[in-house]
């Protein structure tokens, strides 16, 4: 089992930065893909940036070059900087473990909102 913390969402104007913070607890010795996902009112939830185990990354198109993703192993977190932020990044964000290997377990975090006011 994996528990998933986030932190770091609120309010922030047209531009502005933002870093969120996912702490993950307890144990489970597969290997994980960790990402971030993102969620509003009436759409599915979509991926925006995912970082695996070999430190291969992908990032959604409408974030790439605004958003890093990054981790620190010896903390167990992961964190998303946000800089540039538009008002169409607006929802709650979401940390996700997901395992690289058969089931593929997905382990996720209770989310934090993220308000970009223009």
């Known amino acids: 089992q994996v528990q998933l913390v986030e932190s770091g969402g609120g309010v922030v104007q047209l531009g502005g930065s933002l870093r969120l913070s996912c702490a993950a607890s307890?144990?489970?010795?597969?290997?994980?893909?960790k990402g971030w996902h993102r969620q509003t009112p009436g759409k599915p939830r979509e991926m925006v940036a995912k970082l695996f185990s070999d430190n291969y990354i992908e990032y959604a198109d409408p974030v790439k070059g605004r958003f890093t993703i990054s981790r620190d192993d010896a903390k167990n977190t992961i964190y998303l900087q946000m800089d540039s932020l538009k008002p169409e990044d607006t929802a709650v964000y979401y940390c996700n473990f997901r395992q690289e290997i058969y089931p593929f377990r997905d382990y996720w975090g209770q989310g934090t909102q993220v308000t970009v006011s223009s």
């Open positions: 307890g144990s489970d010795p597969n290997l994980f893909v």
